[in-house]
Each structure stands twice: as C-alpha cells, then as structure tokens.
DNA sequence: AGATGACCTTAACGCAGGTTAGCCTCATTG
DNA sequence: CAATGAGGCTAACCTGCGTTAAGGTCATCT
C-alpha cells in the first residue's frame, strides 16, 4: 500500500471518455488524483456492508464484485467489476452501502477519499456528469440483470451474461474471444440464480452446441453471434460507446 | 395537456430534500421548473425503448411502472414508480434508455426538458448532487431486486416486495397499514419473476399466516414485522431518512 | 510423494413453481 | 339487464432446477 499520483487510472479514463473525450485538462486532472493503491488478494472484502463511506475504489486490475448474503446464508453477486470500474460511486452520495465488496481474483484497487472526488467534480463539472453517468448505467446493468433473472431460462440467461462479460472486456480491448479473468462456477451460480450443478449443465449445453469452450479456466466464446441470440441480447443497455449530449 | 409552472411537485422536493432539508431558494427552484402536465390513462406508454431522451417525467399521481419485453413475448416489469420519483431521470446523462415506461393506472407526469434540468443544476450545484443521489437510489433498490429475486423464494420475495412498496408509500405519508395503489397479480408475477398462479399461492399463504389482506383490491398489511421478517426486509437500501454529507 | 483443498463433473431424486384450463366475480357499457 | 372483458381463484399435471452425494482433476504444501 502507497501513496501514489501517476499510477495507471487509464481505464478510468477510458471510461469517462466513452462517446466524447474529455479535454486533456481533465484527463490530466483524473490522472492526479491522489489515490492510494491497494493489493487485494482472492476472497478478501474491500468494503462491508453499513461502513460509513468517505472513499472510492477503482478497480485497477483483477476481478471485483458486489454482493449481499441473504437470509438462509446465500450469497448473491450483484455486479462484477472489471478495471475502469468504480464499485462504490454511489456511495458519493449514499451514507452506507448496503453491500459488500470483494476481490474474486488478487486484484489492484485504487482508493480515493470523497473529498478529492468533490473538489475533483468542483473543479471539472464535465468530469461530474461523466461520473453520474457511469451511476446510471450502472442502474442500467442492474435492471437488465433483473430482467435476465426473472424472466429468462438459465441457459439464456448464462448465454446473456457471458455477453456481457465479454462486451465489457472487448470495450476495454483486454479480450478478442475470451472472457480474460477467472470467474468459478460457484461464482456464475451466485451471480445468475441458479446452483453450482445447475451452472454446469448450462455450460455443458452451450459447450456441445459449439457456442463456447474451456481454455483452461477461461470461458472462450467460439460464436458470439450465436450466443448472443441464445441469450436475447443486445449490448446497447451497457453504454459502450455512446456520444455525450 | 398544458404548460404549467406552479403545478405541485411537492413529492418531489419532498424526496429530494430528505436527509437534509434544501433551501427555500432551492426547493423554490424545483416548484418553478417549466413542466408540462400530462395525463396518462392505464396501460399507455410513457416512454419507448430507444426513444431519443429529450425530456424526463416526474410522477404526480397514479403508479408507472419500467418495463421490458424479453425474448418469446415476456414482461418483466423492473421498477415502480410512485409520486415525487423520476422514472427516467437516467436519460439525463444517456442517449437513449433501453426500457419502457408505461402508466400501470391512469396517472399524472410532469414532463421537463432536459435543458432545463441542466440550467437548474448549473445553477444549484446542491439539486444536481440530490438528482445524482436518486440515481444512485435507483440503482440500489434495481440491486436488491436482483438478490431477491435472485436468491430468495416466491413467498418471501412477494413479502419482500411488499415491504418495500408500504415503506416508499409511508415514506410520503400516503400509507399506514395499506399498498394505495392497486397492482393486479399479474403486475406481481411481470416484476417478481414468477407466474400469476404462483402468485396467487404465494399471496394466500401470506393470508393465511394473517400477514395481510385484501381491503377491496388493495393491499393490506396487518403485520409488518412479521412480513419483513418472512421477506428478510431491511429498508436501508431504500434511504429513505438519511443526512446528506 | 503423499496429503490437502479448491474446483469440476455427473447421477439420482424430489420439489417449487410453471403451464393449461376452467370457472367465478365484478365493473363497465349499450 | 344482458353482454363483455378484466382480473381473481383453483385444480391437475408436469418440468426445470435444487439438493445431496460421490468421485475426479489439478495445484500447492510439507
């Protein structure tokens, strides 16, 4: 853990500038942001539920979800966070958080206290309504995730997040046709609704219609197109390169 | 339909201000917004899928509901909008949103252009930050329906529901014991992820149990904390009383 | 090299909840 | 007041998925 001002935020970047750049002050001024990095090893909480919020984390590199445990000790995974991600912006506005958030794989996270947020946010109004956005589309994701658990088949519903997945990374070009981090069975399972052997099934059906394979622990994915048809979907509600208005 | 600047948008300031109560100036800016009145009768889209945002709707009355259609004709219905909410308010900072909105029973909107949302935040710099907690709101409440949805079963997902619509109600002082808005079974299976038979079921059991009963076609609550307690209810994640930092 | 533990895989069994179908009630309308 | 239609209710049947259990692979540790 350091005190570190030009660590690697370029994914951030990256994000805030989806659709229209942001002007080289701002991007310099993201960049300068004093954040403190963190190594999070696999399994370790970042952030428990009801903790009086005062800082940010942005996923620098690894795999990061939010989850809650409901009664009768079932854990679910709302969201999976990938670099670039800010897994607890709402908590800028919100006084706790009613989730958690863990590593899933060793990750790199970059904490930054709400203070340099709002001065930030003061500063480059530009830079606030870019991150309120990433607030919506997080809302966003949240809802087609409720659409895809309610009403669809677990094996769409598998289909349609792989997708997902694979989208974000494809946005970020840190994948081609892999979804490049580890994500268990378990994990799948407590993220979708359904049990780990349920979780197998899925995969074994959409492995024998030739739509994805195993690359070691990596899910490829051998016909997107294919895949994204058994999964209804459509990557418009992720916001990936849309302009600013 | 008409071009009105004093109409009430009470509920809305109501919202906004709770945690910390806006100023007069503030709350006076809100009640003066350009806003046109519309009156939508039951079942009539709102807004499309894909529509270009332009404009946002505030309810005033009656219930409105987003919806999206997935794959072999399902509804999943993915929120409920009651008085004082802003159903699209996400349209602000994206192109286009990719769900519908539609009126569940004849309702009231005010609509406002995003111009003038935009004005007003340049302006109050206090509103933008409370605009930007609903939608921070937003996406914690389409997070818990995901766990409950995801994870819990049919009966405590429909007593989870429940609890959370009768403490959105009582929030604005438009509830004690009883749901004031009627929203038919089928309503209930389209946003809970489960058949209107099931539904049923579901709801007789809770009858049963003397959890709640049915006032005319409205739903009442005859024991809260029993039915919180069968839907494993904890309405931090609504906010609905905290401070603003 | 054997032990340990995390994860994957498969089979067998059972149930929560979906589907289909039919009837009932009540409000609205001509 | 008869006709229509929206919504509620119930029964019978069936299936997608959960549960339990057991064995397999592989990496890591001693």
Known sequence: MSIVARHDLHFLVHRLSRGFPLSDMEASAISHL??????????????REGDPASEACIVLEGLVCRYEIVAEGGRQIQAYHIPGDIPDLAGLHLQTLEHNI????????????????HILIAEHPQIGARLW?????????AHA?????????????????????????????????????????????????MSV???????????????????????RIRDQVALQF???????????????H
């Open 34 to 47: 004093p954040i403190m990095l963190k190594h999070v090893e696999a399994g370790a909480d970042i952030l």
């Open 145 to 193: 995730w409720v659409s895809n658990i309610g009403r669809r088949t677990a094996r769409a519903r598998m289909a349609h997040f792989l997708c997902e997945m694979l989208a974000r990374y494809q946005a970020l070009d840190l994948a081609s046709d892999t979804i490049p981090c580890i994500i268990t069975q378990l994990e799948l399972g407590d993220s979708q609704g």
């Open 102 to 117: 863990c590593a899933l794989r060793p990750s790199i996270v970059a904490m930054v206290s709400h203070r340099a947020l």
């Open 230 to 244: 058994a999964g209804d979907f459509d990557p418009s509600y992720l916001h990936l390169s849309e302009a600013v």
């Open 133 to 141: 956005r990433e607030t919506a589309i997080d809302a966003a994701v």
């Open 197 to 219: 052997v349920h979780v197998n099934r899925v995969l074994k059906s959409l492995k024998r219609a030739g739509l994805i394979e195993m690359r070691g622990k990596n899910i």
